[in-house]
């Protein structure tokens, strides 16, 4: 998993209807002292964060499989947002 | 997920049988401001995107599980085109 | 599998209840020479790891399989700490 | 999946089980103007690729599934060529 | 998958049980010249290699299923050598 901020959305009316219902957000990974460090990327939102919020997500198949046994496989996903972070704690 | 635009296609006779009926387009990657970001990618489009569209794509094996239950696990793709972006929200 | 120190860790009380008595610890990850080598990571201690010591890293789906088959499938995590390192021999 | 061009392969006689008669090609990563883009990686061909020739290749676990339901999960692939690239069109 | 060389491992007392059994070796990626081409991973030996040979590395899931159906989906590794290269054959 990585740390997040969310910077946006994308609004799509034309997907796959597995993902109807998914609010889709854009999010910017950051570091441990909370820098960008990379490219955003697209992540199902899954605790209701919100647009400036530090998050972190996971990718991969894991990301579907948090949707599992509701929706199980048929979730085309790679990245969602699993937490919103309270603190950063290095050192 | 990652913002992408359509920028071309590939063509190929000999391929494996499960690939079939599939269009393999190809897709330069973009960051959240819609400017490319890294290397350009071939992805099974499920949607029906045009040469020059602004979509979002879904790699790893999540692009897989897109064609199930009606292709389950048969399908060797690992990158799928799975919505038109109709606009970027950022800020 | 990669070699990485634990510096810190991160709290959040709004996350997916999947994770709910899971240690978030970051990583930084190291080469061989235990030098730091890329992007620090968020990952689930499985070894009861502190803070500043020498581990070792699976990611992607296989962190996930760690915790079956208690909570299978369900544990969307793509990171965790798998053992403590007491040597690396290179040479 | 990326464009790639079969440029030799490699003999092991030492090799897991589960790979005899698998032939390992080695493949440079190209762009979307044939250009190498990357690290080579040695790939299964599954569509009888010559070498200098162009293909197509996937990545991941999408690979291993390429030979279900015959060598369902225990094929321990992770790249594989799918197809031979007739024409690639962009612009 | 890709080339290396195993250039050393790690020793762990502390490590999940699942693990137990399994020779960690530290494996530089190598390029098509087997000249270094990245960051060295730690990998899972599955085929007797020793200290200076060359091999070639499976990452990912790949990797976990290799040692089905005796340890299913429980054996946390995400990387594995399969093969020993005997001759790589490029041009």
Chains 1, 2, 3, 4, 5 share one sequence.
């Not at 034309?14 to 910017?28: D, P, T």
């Amino acid at each position: 998993m990585h740390l997040g901020r969310v910077i946006g959305n994308i609004v799509s009316t034309s997907k796959c209807e597995q993902l109807i219902g998914f609010k889709l957000l854009i999010v910017e990974p950051l570091d441990e002292h909370l820098q960008r460090n990379g490219q955003a990327e697209i992540a199902v939102d899954a605790v209701g964060a919100g647009n400036g919020e530090i998050v972190f997500v996971v990718d991969g198949s894991s990301a579907r499989h948090l949707f599992q046994p509701e929706k199980p496989d048929s979730t085309p996903i790679d990245a969602a947002i699993i937490g919103i972070v309270d603190s950063v704690e290095v050192g």
